[in-house]
């Protein structure tokens, strides 16, 4: 390929980056380089930039496609120096444009709520207007529902206020900002301005409410009250500020920070202009429903007592947490919390959304829509939906032969379609489950449905089942994952503005959550809100810490519908005890399909040596026919399969691939075991990954010992469709020690850690005192000894211990921040490019890493091969093939001889001659971008240059590799010995 690099830099880096160029290309200008090279080289060039780059590198590297198109293909160094294509900016000019100036000059006597020049009391009115009208047409007429959007009414209404601040009217009025755009809307961002001593907008704006109020509105209660402050307060996600100062968390320091920068006015001056502002906008509203007064006239109806905020309570009173949680020991404490946390959800997305809206018209659009009352013009426009997806549905539904089983589904599709509230759909693996949640959003008359899963594998599955033949072929089907983002096929991209719009969103919960835990996806829930939506295979949250608390808040704001709220949850294992005790979801509410799958099955409890990987452990024995084998942890299964490759037509998944790995076995295992499927393997082994949702079987099916829920569901891949006369072996894996009922080894630890080993143990006691081993049962006697299971006091004190342990982790998590919503401000802001990965996730701390190759064909001989497991890509715009683990694997899980990070540290600089940090969070805030990986283990040719063989770190992680497929990333000690 024939490229260009044109440097940008300055003082020294300005001779080392020549160096470097000089060696690769020709110099055609003074600052401009040209050569053909090919994708080796260009990496490289890369990677000698990056080496010594500093703030003063600034080099662009662009692709010649033909002679009048060239491609930019990266940057390394400082991106200010070039715009998004890497064009060198050649004018520059600090004077005033003709074309900057507004066709009319601001009035200075006026108040602004944006550099639109739009009126700030008609904007703060229209914002509560319209928060208020989507609120009370996606809630129930109730009198509560009347209450909530009043209050959403004041929330809109103060959202705001802050904005007299004199600082802001400055800055809104200057001509030069008068298209300015900001995704977390619009604030102060002049270059000597900075937050970190200084107050935003919605911070001073939740100080006047706070001061304001006192307790003059009576018709709100406390409750709403208090979300009208975490609203007007969380309307704009929280700058990041690098000074972690105390006083910006309380009212009182709010008080004394914005006081002190106050010149011109006094801040009792600041509160009547603020009463003032307020009562221009009752006058709004009052002209606008032509009433005679306005709820926010109550608010400025008596004077503020300034004496208060001299008090200790006040200068102590901290301002609106982002989550209300607390570690309880009381499961329906924490129902309390959720409930406030539903209510914050739904009037914060709703007040936002307005602001969004309203601030996306000019100031005469805003003022003609006020005059002539149709602000409600907007909420049609964004609440509508139209489709023809119930005649896709019922063309889909007519396909499927008549018989007992289609009835059946019918009978109970009719049931939930007549609940009015949230919807509980339980049914045995391969009962139709699907078809079933497709009918009643059709007798439901949906529009659109937001079909939302736990994993992006469940949703990969989905999202092939419903584009075939047999279901949706014509509809527009669309996933939209962290991954992938397709409609009606694989591989075909959904455009950026079309989001969320299909017939059908097939979504993982993660992206649902955005609209809790972030700012700018928060419109995402009024989308929720307003659409008929399915939660698929809803038992996985129970045990995932802050997931479940989350999702609970999800179901709560749907709840609150009521009649509207067209909410479907599906499994096969509904958890009975956690729709009680957490979501107070009542048996009637809870319709079961029954099954149509006349196969019997004959459960084997098979106790094993857990320290043993032989053929005396039945995870580990060579297997025939069409088998499945799943393991609770990756490890297991990677160990099997590598120890049975050379015996078995086996294919190994699991979580541990690069993306590239992942996706293609995840096709291949799909393909073979599917239902006619290929059969190109006989085997399969793999984690959890496989339990929920994949639409495969087989004849036999070895697992280890999970909870109730894991237990049948595994047992749903197990002739699924019913095809077999002779009884299905069901084989469960019990480690000898909790046959004991010990918690000691590793497979009771590992439970431990999942929130899961009381209710397992509690399982497998239950079904020992059955007497079902080896025992021949039919699916309804198991599902009936599930929902038993769930109703006896052992077992519901079980459950409810594990649910308390994760409940009080997901609090840890979610005080520590995880979940609060942060902004950079512009000048701090990371430059674009690859996501990279959030300093905080609720799914775990994970890094990108690197490693080496090994083959392990000869296992137990290991050849360490001279290549890593995956290449940058030359541009920057194409994704890494990229690898991620914990930070507990990283750091080795406390135990300092496990630390792969101080071994990298030790290493990294000699073996690639290139300087890195030397301190961990260095190290590991760096590994959030994919171009700095983590090194999990080097390549012989890189050991060699620190000493050798002898260099290698006992615990290293290698992405292994076999003649037959990956096994992916596994320590070094999981290849050598038995350890777990």
């Given at each position: 390929m024939m490229v260009t690099f044109v440097s940008q830099c300055q003082k020294k880096a300005l001779a080392r980056t020549r160096r470097v160029l000089d060696a690769f290309a020709n110099r055609i200008g003074d600052n401009t380089w040209q050569t053909v090279i090919t994708e080796e080289g260009l990496i490289a060039v890369k990677t000698l930039l990056r080496k010594t780059a500093t703030k003063n590198t600034a080099v662009a590297c662009h692709w010649l496609r033909s002679r009048s198109r060239s491609e930019l293909i990266w940057i390394v160094g400082n991106r200010d120096q070039f715009n998004s294509q890497g064009i060198v900016p050649v004018n520059t000019t600090t004077k005033e444009l003709i074309m900057d100036l507004p066709k009319q000059a601001p009035n200075p006597n006026f108040l602004y709520a944006n550099t639109h020049l739009q009126g700030l009391a008609e904007h703060l009115f229209a914002v509560g207007c319209v928060a208020e009208q989507l609120l009370a047409r996606l809630m129930p007429n109730e009198p509560e529902t009347k209450n909530e959007a009043e209050a959403t009414f004041i929330a809109g209404c103060l959202h705001d206020l802050g904005k007299i601040d004199p600082a802001f009217q400055d800055w809104a009025r200057n001509p030069k900002k008068k298209d300015f755009q900001a995704e977390d809307g619009q604030h102060i961002d002049d270059s000597k301005f900075s937050f970190e001593k200084y107050p935003r907008h919605n911070e001073i704006s939740v100080l006047l409410y706070q001061l304001l109020d006192s307790n003059s509105i009576k018709v709100i209660n406390t409750a709403h009250k208090d979300a009208i402050k975490h609203t007007v307060y969380w309307h704009h996600a929280k700058p990041y500020r690098k000074e972690k100062d105390p006083e910006f968390s309380t009212f009182g320091g709010i008080y004394k920070k914005f006081g002190n920068s106050l010149s011109s006015l006094s801040f009792l001056e600041f509160t009547e202009k603020a009463q003032r502002l307020l009562q221009q906008v009752g006058e709004i509203d009052c002209k606008y429903r032509s009433i005679e007064s306005s709820l926010v006239t109550k608010i400025y109806c008596e004077a503020v007592d300034l004496g208060a905020v001299d008090s200790e309570t006040f200068k102590k009173l901290p301002l609106p947490v982002y989550k209300s949680y607390d570690s309880e020991e009381r499961i329906d404490k924490y129902r309390q919390h959720i409930r406030t946390n539903a209510l914050n959800n739904?009037?914060?997305?709703?007040?936002?959304?307005?602001?969004?809206?309203?601030?996306?018209?000019?100031?005469?659009?805003?003022?003609?829509?006020?005059?002539?009352?149709?602000?409600?013009?907007?909420?049609?426009?964004?609440?509508?939906?139209?489709?023809?997806?119930?005649?896709?549905?019922?063309?889909?539904?007519?396909?499927?032969?008549?018989?007992?089983?289609?009835?059946?589904?019918?009978?109970?599709?009719?049931?939930?379609?007549?609940?009015?509230?949230?919807?509980?759909?339980?049914?045995?693996?391969?009962?139709?489950?699907?078809?079933?949640?497709?009918?009643?959003?059709?007798?439901?008359?949906?529009?659109?449905?937001?079909?939302?899963?736990?994993?992006?594998?469940?949703?990969?599955?989905?999202?092939?089942?419903?584009?075939?033949?047999?279901?949706?072929?014509?509809?527009?089907?669309?996933?939209?994952?962290?991954?992938?983002?397709?409609?009606?096929?694989?591989?075909?991209?959904?455009?950026?503005?079309?989001?969320?719009?299909?017939?059908?969103?097939?979504?993982?919960?993660?992206?649902?959550?955005?609209?809790?835990?972030?700012?700018?996806?928060?419109?995402?829930?009024?989308?929720?809100?307003?659409?008929?939506?399915?939660?698929?295979?809803?038992?996985?949250y129970v045990a995932m810490p802050a997931f479940n608390l989350l999702f609970a808040e999800l179901v709560e704001c749907k709840k609150a519908q009521g009649n509207l709220a067209n909410t479907l949850l599906v499994s096969a294992t509904p958890h009975y005890f956690f729709l009680n005790t957490v979501m107070e979801i009542q048996p009637e509410d809870i319709v079961e399909m029954p099954s149509f799958n006349p196969s019997e099955y004959r459960i084997e409890f098979r106790v094993f040596d857990e320290t043993r990987q032989d053929e005396s452990n039945p995870l580990y024995q060579r297997q025939s026919g069409n088998t499945i084998v799943i393991s609770n942890t990756a490890q297991v299964a990677q160990k099997s399969f590598i120890r049975n490759q050379s015996a078995e037509n086996a294919v190994l998944l699991h979580s541990k691939f690069k993306k590239s790995d992942k996706h293609r076995l995840f096709d291949e295992v799909y393909e073979s075991f599917?239902?006619?499927?290929?059969?190109?393997?006989?085997?399969?082994?793999?984690?959890?990954?496989?339990?929920?949702?994949?639409?495969?079987?087989?004849?036999?099916?070895?697992?280890?010992?999970?909870?109730?829920?894991?237990?049948?569901?595994?047992?749903?891949?197990?002739?699924?469709?019913?095809?077999?006369?002779?009884?299905?072996?069901?084989?469960?894996?019990?480690?000898?020690?909790?046959?004991?009922?010990?918690?000691?080894?590793?497979?009771?630890?590992?439970?431990?850690?999942?929130?899961?080993?009381?209710?397992?143990?509690?399982?497998?006691?239950?079904?020992?005192?059955?007497?079902?081993?080896?025992?021949?049962?039919?699916?309804?006697?198991?599902?009936?000894?599930?929902?038993?299971?769930?109703?006896?006091?052992?077992?519901?004190?079980?459950?409810?211990?594990?649910?308390?342990?994760?409940?009080?982790?997901?609090?840890?998590?979610?005080?520590?921040?995880?979940?609060?919503?942060?902004?950079?401000?512009?000048?701090?802001?990371?430059?674009?490019?690859?996501?990279?990965?959030?300093?905080?996730?609720?799914?775990?701390?994970?890094?990108?890493?690197?490693?080496?190759?090994?083959?392990?064909?000869?296992?137990?001989?290991?050849?360490?091969?001279?290549?890593?497991?995956?290449?940058?890509?030359?541009?920057?715009?194409?994704?890494?093939?990229?690898?991620?683990?914990?930070?507990?694997?990283?750091?080795?899980?406390?135990?300092?001889?496990?630390?792969?990070?101080?071994?990298?540290?030790?290493?990294?600089?000699?073996?690639?001659?290139?300087?890195?940090?030397?301190?961990?969070?260095?190290?590991?805030?760096?590994?959030?971008?994919?171009?700095?990986?983590?090194?999990?283990?080097?390549?012989?040719?890189?050991?060699?240059?620190?000493?050798?063989?002898?260099?290698?770190?006992?615990?290293?992680?290698?992405?292994?590799?076999?003649?037959?497929?990956?096994?992916?990333?596994?320590?070094?000690?999981?290849?050598?010995?038995?350890?777990?």
């Open positions: 739904r009037m914060r997305a709703s007040v936002i959304s307005a602001d969004r809206l309203i601030s996306g018209l000019s100031a005469d659009e805003l003022h003609d829509h006020i005059r002539q009352q149709t602000l409600h013009r907007l909420v049609d426009e964004t609440l509508l939906l139209e489709s023809n997806l119930g005649s896709q549905i019922q063309t889909c539904l007519q396909q499927f032969p008549a018989g007992d089983r289609s009835n059946k589904q019918h009978e109970i599709a009719v049931q939930l379609s007549k609940l009015n509230d949230v919807a509980v759909l339980a049914g045995p693996a391969g009962c139709g489950k699907t078809k079933i949640a497709l009918e009643w959003a059709q007798l439901k008359n949906a529009q659109q449905i937001i079909w939302i899963c736990p994993r992006v594998q469940v949703c990969q599955g989905l999202f092939l089942e419903l584009i075939s033949e047999q279901y949706l072929p014509d509809a527009k089907i669309e996933i939209n994952t962290g991954e992938f983002k397709f409609t009606k096929e694989w591989g075909k991209a959904t455009a950026e503005d079309n989001y969320f719009s299909g017939d059908i969103v097939i979504t993982t919960i993660d992206q649902v959550f955005g609209a809790i835990i972030s700012h700018t996806k928060v419109n995402t829930l009024i989308n929720v809100l307003n659409a008929h939506v399915v939660f698929d295979e809803f038992h996985e599917k239902k006619d499927g290929t059969r190109k393997f006989e085997i399969l082994r793999a984690g959890p990954i496989v339990q929920a949702s994949l639409n495969i079987t087989s004849d036999y099916m070895v697992s280890e010992l999970t909870t109730a829920e894991n237990f049948l569901q595994r047992l749903g891949r197990l002739d699924r469709f019913g095809a077999n006369s002779s009884a299905n072996i069901y084989s469960v894996a019990v480690p000898d020690l909790i046959n004991q009922g010990k918690g000691t080894g590793a497979a009771a630890r590992f439970l431990a850690r999942q929130y899961a080993f009381a209710a397992t143990k509690a399982w497998y006691q239950f079904l020992q005192a059955e007497e079902i081993d080896n025992q021949t049962l039919q699916l309804p006697k198991l599902y009936t000894l599930y929902r038993n299971f769930h109703e006896m006091p052992q077992a519901k004190q079980a459950m409810e211990a594990d649910l308390l342990a994760c409940f009080k982790q997901g609090v840890q998590m979610i005080q520590n921040k995880v979940v609060d919503p942060i902004t950079i401000p512009p000048k701090k802001a990371t430059e674009k490019g690859r996501a990279k990965i959030s300093k905080h996730s609720l799914r775990g701390e994970n890094r990108f890493v690197q490693m080496a190759v090994c083959d392990v064909t000869q296992w137990p001989e290991i050849e360490f091969q001279n290549k890593y497991a995956y290449q940058p890509p030359i541009s920057e715009h194409e994704e890494f093939d990229n690898l991620t683990a914990s930070l507990d694997e990283i750091q080795g899980y406390g135990d300092s001889d496990k630390n792969l990070l101080a071994y990298m540290k030790s290493k990294h600089h000699n073996i690639f001659t290139a300087p890195r940090a030397f301190k961990d969070f260095i190290l590991l805030n760096e590994a959030r971008d994919p171009e700095f990986p983590v090194y999990l283990s080097y390549t012989p040719e890189g050991l060699d240059r620190v000493g050798g063989e002898s260099a290698r770190h006992s615990y290293a992680v290698y992405y292994a590799e076999c003649d037959k497929q990956p096994i992916g990333a596994i320590s070094i000690k999981q290849l050598t010995t038995n350890e777990d």
